[in-house]
């Protein structure tokens, strides 16, 4: 997949990644959206994207070893846990060799969503 893919839908890009990094994004997906009412889904940047009250909210994407999460930028009260995965400023990427943490990913997501309410 080039970066300059155009994707009309998360399903779009879904349907152009291989099968293990597709259900992880799904089981993110599911997670984003059993967790926080009201958010949309869109692509942004080439990638699936959440939204929440008109604003990108949290984006994730595949890659060849990994899973990226990226706008995840409340990741302070978290650092223990994050220690042994990749991250960057509001990035994180978690290791298709490994199990995908949900319960980690869910703490993050519900962070998320408090900080993007407190800047309403």
Same mark, same amino acid.
């Given at each position: ?61 595949? +890659?060849?070893?990994?899973? /990226? ?7 302070? #009260? =978290?650092?223990? *846990? @994050?220690? %042994? +995965?990749?991250?960057?400023? /509001? ?7 490994? #199990? =995908?943490?949900? *319960? @980690?990913? %869910? ?14």
């Amino acid at each position: 997949m080039g970066a300059e893919a155009k994707f009309a839908t998360i399903d779009d890009y879904l349907q152009t990644v291989g099968s293990e990094g597709r259900a992880r994004l799904e089981a993110i997906r599911q997670l984003v959206t059993e967790e926080v009412p009201g958010v949309t889904e869109a692509v942004s940047y080439g990638i699936p994207t959440f939204r929440l009250a008109g604003k990108n909210f949290l984006h994730m994407a595949a +890659y060849k070893k990994h899973i /990226g999460l990226y706008g995840a930028s409340t990741m302070a #009260p =978290l650092a223990a *846990e @994050l220690e %042994r +995965y990749r991250t960057g400023k /509001g990035t994180l990427q978690f290791p298709l060799s490994d #199990p =995908l943490p949900l *319960e @980690l990913i %869910r703490r993050i997501v519900s962070l998320r969503a408090g900080e993007h309410e407190a800047h309403r």
